[in-house]
């Protein structure tokens, strides 16, 4: 552990996101590593919701739609967040929530690939993901089938399998659970080569890595702002639209805020021409201000340096624990932080109150049902020691079975 410790010692002196952590107000003696559930609070959050809810709301009224920018905060948002995911400006707009865009996605995709019947989507994918996606495929025209991926099985042999049957491949980059990470650019061109479609779900790549979607060919994607985008509990989704589609497709939830011209009120439904179109009703303001604060944490940022860091804080962890060779401790993350996104997890039967008791150390991380304790590595403002600090209190808990005490049992609402 003391050469770990002098690496760490090292690593953030030579530390080029350094300064980043000043970024945001993280409580005194914590190690966060739940920025992959809910991002830490930006320094300029609270100033600006509250100048939003002040100023905005409180003088400007409701001219402040016009007078504030708030109808054009959706688009504005989504061109700031576009260099952070590697698309163009104008195809990528803040709105709704991941499994509402999702919905919205796949009803795109479909509209694009009317003749084919199969969508293929990974078998555990968060859940919100499969569920909204069979009720998008139930709704659209002809009921096309959800096709699983097995466990472990090799997505681009079953997209050939599939051929010209398949209409589109919805998968998530970075698995939730287990921080695996599927060849983004690989499953898209695949998807390519049969005529299909590929629709991305980046909640867990956004803001942790650098990301190609023009540049990689996918079709749509859709993520979260409130994980490493630091934009606040429950603040609004994003979707991107690949410019070849935006004219063409259809957008399942015609709401007025997606017309053409919502302020003609016109009885039919005629769609915006550009990203607007995947607006459905009015924007949760407030809620996009905290997603203002967020992006404002990535500004100058080089997000090269953001997923070398993020390897080197996941390593750091990964091979502190693994060192320990703890009882009943299993890495449930690929070994090679390549072939991860930015958490490193384990598996024991008792993860929970595991969870609970580190916790209680002020080391938070959370636990996936059923077995997977889950570290998220925030880059923008971890430090490499804090990476150590945790080992060695999950190494602590474990060997001296503090998770045996009852309290730690106890299953929260959330966890
Ligand atoms: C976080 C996350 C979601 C959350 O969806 P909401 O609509 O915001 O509740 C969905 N899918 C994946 C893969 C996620 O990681």
């Known amino acids: 552990m003391a050469r770990l410790e002098e690496e760490a010692e090292q690593a953030d ?32 959050a609270a100033e600006t919701i509250e100048r939003c809810v002040r100023r905005e709301w409180g003088e400007g009224l409701v001219g402040s739609w016009n007078e504030a920018g708030w109808y054009e905060l959706p688009l504005r948002l989504g061109d700031r967040l576009a260099p952070i995911v590697g698309a163009e400006p104008g195809h990528l707009v803040v709105c709704d929530t991941t499994t509402l865009n999702l919905y919205k996605a796949l009803g795109a995709a479909l509209s694009l690939r009317r003749e084919r019947r199969v969508v293929l989507v990974d078998g555990g994918d968060f859940p919100t993901n499969l569920y909204i996606t069979r009720s998008a495929l139930a709704a659209a025209p002809g009921a096309p089938e959800c096709v699983e991926l097995e466990p472990g099985e090799d997505p681009l042999a079953r997209i050939a399998a599939l051929g010209d049957r398949l209409a589109a491949v919805a998968m998530s980059h970075v698995s ?28 867990h790549s956004a803001g942790a890595m650098p990301l190609e979607l023009a540049r ?44 053409a011209s919502p302020f003609d009120f016109e009885p039919r439904h005629r769609r915006h021409p550009g990203i607007r179109a995947f607006l459905c009703g009015t924007p949760h303001i ?15 940022i080089d997000l090269a340096a953001v997923r ?6 996941g390593e750091l962890f990964r091979r502190a624990v693994e060192a320990a ?10 070994a090679d932080p390549a072939a991860r996104g930015s958490q490193v997890c ?33 880059p923008l403002y971890l430090r490499h020691v804090e990476a150590l600090r945790a080992a060695r209190s999950l190494i602590g808990c474990v060997e001296a079975e ?14």
């Open 13 to 44: 002196r030579d530390d080029p996101l350094t300064a980043a952590r000043q970024r945001f107000t993280i409580p005194e003696g914590v190690v966060y590593l739940d920025g992959n559930s809910l991002g830490a609070l930006p320094r300029g």
């Open 176 to 203: 939730y659970r287990t921080g695996a990470m599927r060849d983004l650019a690989a499953v898209t061109a695949a998807a390519h080569r049969q005529g299909a479609l590929a629709v991305w779900d980046l909640c």
């Open 216 to 259: 990689s060919g996918v079709d749509f994607a859709v993520g979260c702002t409130y994980k490493y985008l630091n934009g606040g509990p429950g603040a609004p989704a994003w979707i991107y639209v690949a410019p070849c589609h935006l004219a063409e497709c259809e957008q399942p939830l015609a709401g007025w805020m997606g017309h």
């Open 286 to 300: 407030v809620s996009m201000r905290g997603v203002e604060a967020g992006l404002a944490t990535f500004d100058g």
């Open 308 to 313: 070398e860091k993020s390897m080197r804080l």
């Open 325 to 334: 060779r703890l009882p009943r401790v299993e890495l449930a993350c690929p």
């Open 346 to 378: 384990f598996r024991h039967p008792r993860g929970y109150a595991v969870v609970q008791a580190l916790i209680e150390q002020r080391v938070i991380g959370d636990f996936r049902a059923p077995d997977v304790m889950r570290f998220g590595f925030a």
């Open 402 to 415: 503090v998770w045996r005490q009852e309290r730690f049992a106890r299953r929260a609402d959330v966890t």
